[in-house]
């Protein structure tokens, strides 16, 4: 079976799109995967790729399925088309709507998921979502789950961590939160939480990258940190490269995550990997994920997240606890799974 991929995120690789498109290219094998791409210098250019270059290039290539890895199917295709739908933030989340153009590109590609033959999705909560908000019938979508990424499960020397703690000015107890500083992520609330901890010891560690240019999408974390008193025990890390990552998690006390929308929830299901206790949000993909090996709570409810954290923070039976039980709930989720999965669908699909 040969498939054509749009492989536009070929050039973002550190997005999770572009994970997801590296991870399923390396462990496709019952498949040709003809990736077709283009680097797309403006936001035109991108739609006259998904709309009209990739169709007409995956139509000459004679391909048996087409496959749009991310949300922007074209309207038009000659051959069966499979489209992975990962989340509907903007449609879910008004504000990530930014503009009449954005909002008219919403609606463009949501016509085009609706004319596919198959969507697949990273969870059963993105399932739901794509059923209810597009109008989809459930039978034409189809959950395949991600996984944690290998290079990040790799076992850490103590000398590793040491030296990244160095790097990054961190204590021998530092809570790690890593991922998007966006407003879904919901960053100050923990922010608050662990300023209701002011007797017991911890230090906080946020990897992601600041930005100041759009302050409704992207809260001023620095000036909430002053605001509640706490800014001495938060250390901001900028955008944490790769090849710290495994130590940053391997040497931390525990893991929060309070995010209010995943579609799928890669940086906790990481972290469970390499064994962090992790506190996570109850809201959408992540309970699948979690299972019974994270402490999960309502990130709105007040106090929840304090209190949780306050169990981790001084129970060593507790951590050692989800410790154990994290790696054993992570490798559930394999790219080697995912991939044969997809390969399953295609040839559904095609069939």
């Given at each position: 079976?040969?498939v ?9 690789p ?5 994970q997801?498109?590296?991870h399923?290219l ?18 035109l250019?991108?739609?006259l ?26 309207l ?24 009449p ?6 609606r ?9 033959d ?9 399932k ?11 039978a ?13 499960m ?5 000398d ?6 160095r ?33 017991v ?32 025990r ?20 525990c ?25 996570c ?24 997240l ?17 410790a154990?039980?994290?790696p ?18 295609y ?5």
């Open positions: 079976m040969r054509a991929l749009n492989a536009h995120f070929r050039h973002h550190g997005t999770g799109s572009g997801y498109l590296t399923l390396r462990h496709l094998s019952g498949v040709e995967a003809l990736p077709l791409f283009r680097r797309a210098p403006s936001s250019a991108k739609l790729w998904e709309q009209t270059r990739f169709p007409l290039a995956a139509h000459r290539s004679g391909a048996d399925v087409w496959h749009v890895p991310y949300f922007a199917p074209p038009v295709h000659t051959r069966p088309l499979v489209v992975t739908i990962h989340d509907l933030i903007p449609l879910i989340i008004p504000e990530y709507a930014t503009s153009l954005v909002r008219a590109y919403n463009l590609v949501s016509a085009g998921a609706r004319r596919a198959l969507i697949l999705a990273d969870s059963e909560a993105s739901r979502d794509i059923v209810r908000l597009l109008g989809i019938p459930a034409r979508v189809r959950v395949v789950y991600l996984a944690a990424d290998e290079a990040v790799r076992p850490v020397p103590a590793e961590i040491a030296a990244v703690r790097k990054y000015g961190l204590a021998d107890r530092y809570v790690l939160y890593f991922g998007g500083l966006d407003k879904r992520k919901n960053v100050p609330a923990l922010l608050r939480a662990l300023a209701e901890l002011r007797d010891d911890w230090q906080l560690a946020v990897s992601g990258r600041l930005r100041t240019d759009n302050p409704v999408l992207f809260p001023d974390l620095p000036a909430a940190a002053a605001q509640l008193g706490i800014q001495d938060v250390r901001f890390l900028g955008f944490a490269p790769d090849e710290d990552k495994p130590a940053l998690i391997h040497g931390a006390t893991f929060a995550f309070p995010s209010h929308y995943e579609g799928f929830g890669m940086d906790p299901l990481e972290a469970l990997a390499c064994g962090a206790p992790v506190v949000s109850d809201r959408s993909s992540l309970p699948e994920l979690m299972g019974d090996a994270a402490l999960l709570v309502d990130p709105d409810a007040p106090g929840a304090a209190a949780a954290l306050r169990r981790v923070l001084a129970d060593d039976a507790l951590r050692a606890d989800l154990a039980r994290g054993a709930q992570a490798a559930r989720f394999t790219w080697q799974r995912t991939a044969r999965e997809t390969e399953e669908a040839a559904a699909c095609a069939s």
